[in-house]
């Protein structure tokens, strides 16, 4: 476990630092994918950095009207440059709008940005999961298996690590579906779908979870919504009748 | 129409979603997490441990205040707790003490203890500077740095969330802290 790094007397949370590093190499990962579909890498880059000035200003807008009354008696807190006081789910949802509307606008097909985004937010996820374990945060559940991490008092899954493994082979996997897309947008749905099943697998092993129910895990149920969907609008615009065909497009080629 | 149907059989996606559907729920139903299961009995057994780290009880720890009195952590258990490293020389910590002592004097009716853990310094030191800034809250003297290794404490301020039933919270390192921040942690904590 390594929290923090001292350096010159200042202690730096390795945590953020992965974040920071995770939200780097997944726009890099996307950008190679961009290359291989003929999409102008750029494009990729200022959506991403779109989405992060939106997110942190979507985070902290929300985070401001929950806590009104506060900021109110000191409305230049809100301009505080501090991460800690933010709202993520808003923040998630204003990144999303904002590089919805940047692609949207330009030259690119959104379904094809989506289908090179996909592979850095595996990327992401797994450089994500990586900082966790860093941290010792979202720790796994006790067990004897031999791969067990001694963390927090007992020999844990290292559920972080299954997180990092996880989000690389849905990358492998992506970047080898990339010649086989069917139509824009394919391979952002088969990725969601991965990602979604491996986060399900994954949350199984995970300590301390969020539950519903008979201790039903929220995550996973939340996970396998999610791919069912994905897997619902494949099936969908496989039987849509103006469906050409199935036959894999050419690498940069466009069908909708 | 033959054709059709053989197609849609043939279909990987409507494998994979029947599949998915399937063996979704199951995984699902059999990975949750009853408290009967072997592993949760393990688990609640490492919870047992203290820990500084959210979802294990708080470790407990003696020290003496500013004022010469002896306070222990579990004095407080059935309260909500606020336990917050700090020292006179750490900026962040001075920037953040003004809004802990306003959210003591809105909470404080409803329990809320804020523990001020200096780092190593005397008591002459620290209450000079807590006077100076008004601030009148709980002021503990860790002048071996004993309780801040046992709460791994890695920079100043670090400020740990501590449950009525005596568990963790949230553990917060680096500040200084908004009182919206504060304001948030307090909430849940006197829920």
Redesign the interface.
């Known amino acids: 476990m390594l ?2 790094l ?1 350096l010159g007397g ?2 730096i ?1 390795t945590y953020g630092l992965m974040l920071l590093a995770a939200f780097w190499l997944g726009l890099q990962s996307a950008d190679f994918a961009s290359r291989r579909l003929d999409m102008d890498p750029d494009d990729i880059w200022n959506a991403g950095f779109a989405g992060l000035i939106a997110g942190l200003l979507g985070a902290r807008l929300f ?2 009207i ?2 009104i009354d ?2 109110a008696a ?1 409305p230049r ?1 809100a301009l ?1 440059l ?1 991460v ?2 933010m709202v993520w789910w808003g923040g998630a949802v204003a990144a999303l709008v904002a590089a919805g509307i940047y692609l949207a606008s330009g030259r690119t097909s959104l379904a094809r940005a989506a289908d090179a985004l996909v592979l850095g937010i595996a990327v992401a996820w797994a450089v994500a999961g990586l900082g966790a374990f860093f941290s ?1 945060d979202a720790y796994g ?3 004897t298996m031999p791969w067990g991490i001694d963390l ?3 020999r844990r899954h290292p559920v972080q690590l299954y997180e990092f493994v996880a989000g690389l082979a849905v990358a492998g996997l992506l970047w080898r579906l990339i010649p086989r897309r069917v139509f824009d947008g394919w391979l952002a749905l088969v990725g969601v ?1 991965a990602l979604a ?1 491996a986060r ?2 994954v949350e ?1 092993f995970r ?3 969020a ?1 519903i129910g ?4 929220i995550v ?2 939340a996970a ?1 919504v999610v ?2 969907i994905a ?2 609008v ?2 969908w615009q ?2 849509r009748p103006d469906q050409e065909s199935s036959v894999p497009l050419q690498e940069g080629q466009s069908r909708v | 129409m033959q054709e059709t149907t053989e197609q849609s059989n043939r279909s990987p996606y409507v494998t994979l979603l029947v599949l998915a559907l399937i063996f979704g729920g199951l995984w699902i139903w059999q990975t949750r997490a009853p408290a009967t299961s072997e592993a949760s009995r393990v688990e609640a057994a490492a919870q047992r441990e203290a820990m500084p780290q959210a979802g294990f009880p708080a470790p407990d720890f003696e020290l003496e205040s500013a004022t010469g009195e002896t306070v222990r952590l579990s004095d407080f258990r059935g309260t909500p707790v606020i336990v917050n490293f700090w020292a006179t020389w750490c900026a962040p910590c001075r920037a953040e003490l003004p809004a802990f002592q306003r959210v003591s004097d809105q909470y404080g009716d409803r329990g809320l203890t804020f523990l001020l853990l200096n780092q190593g310094e005397d008591a002459e030191t620290a209450q000079s500077f807590l006077d100076e800034l008004g601030i009148d809250m709980t002021t503990l003297l860790d002048r071996t740095g004993e309780v801040s290794g046992r709460y791994r404490v890695r920079g100043l301020p670090t400020t740990v969330f501590v449950r009525p039933d005596g568990t963790i919270h949230d553990v917060i390192v680096g500040g200084p802290l908004s009182e919206a921040k504060l304001t948030e942690n307090v909430e849940i904590l006197v829920r």
Not at chain 1, 214 to 217: F, L, N, S, V
């Open positions: 929290p923090t001292n200042v202690a949370q985070y401001v929950r806590f506060v900021y000191n807190a505080a501090n800690q006081d010792g559940m006790p067990t927090w008092g007992a779908a099943g399900m697998l199984a300590a301390a979870p539950t008979d201790g039903i895990r996973q149920v396998w791919m069912l897997l619902a494949l099936v496989e039987r």
